[in-house]
């Protein structure tokens, strides 16, 4: 079992950066795969980026790629998400999730942050 714990959301405008964090405690954080999700009012939860149990490898979907960096730090049980340029579109609910490295889905969730973008 694995307890998440977001924050860092909060209110900003339209190209100003902000850096999320999750904070993971149960078992070994290097045993999971981390992702963040975001779900905007009326929209269905979508992926935004991932990373690796060893954060070697990253994944990042299209509309955040260039803007948004996953990063984690193992000996912390934390895994960020970095985001720059922020557009009103980005405005959700962001999510942490962690995958055991032998399953096909998400695991275990956080409860969520908001953030929001003014233009």
């Known amino acids: 079992q694995v307890q998440l714990t977001e924050s860092g959301g909060g209110l900003v405008q339209a190209g100003d950066s902000l850096g999320l964090v999750c904070v993971a405690s149960?078992?070994?954080?290097?045993?999971?795969?981390m992702g963040w999700f975001r779900q905007a009012p009326g929209k269905e939860r979508e992926f935004v980026a991932s990373?690796?149990?060893?954060?070697?490898?990253?994944y990042y979907a299209g509309s955040v790629k260039g803007r948004f960096t996953i990063s984690r730090d193992n000996a912390k049980n934390t895994v960020y998400l970095q985001m720059n340029s922020l557009k009103p579109e980005d405005t959700a609910v962001y999510y942490c999730?962690?995958?055991?490295?032998?399953?096909?889905?998400?695991?275990?969730w956080g409860q969520g942050t908001q953030v929001t973008v003014s233009s």
């Open positions: 990373i690796s149990d060893n954060g070697a490898s990253t």
């Open positions: 999730a962690a995958m055991e490295l032998m399953s096909s889905h998400y695991n275990y």
């Open positions: 149960g078992r070994t954080f290097t045993h999971y795969f």
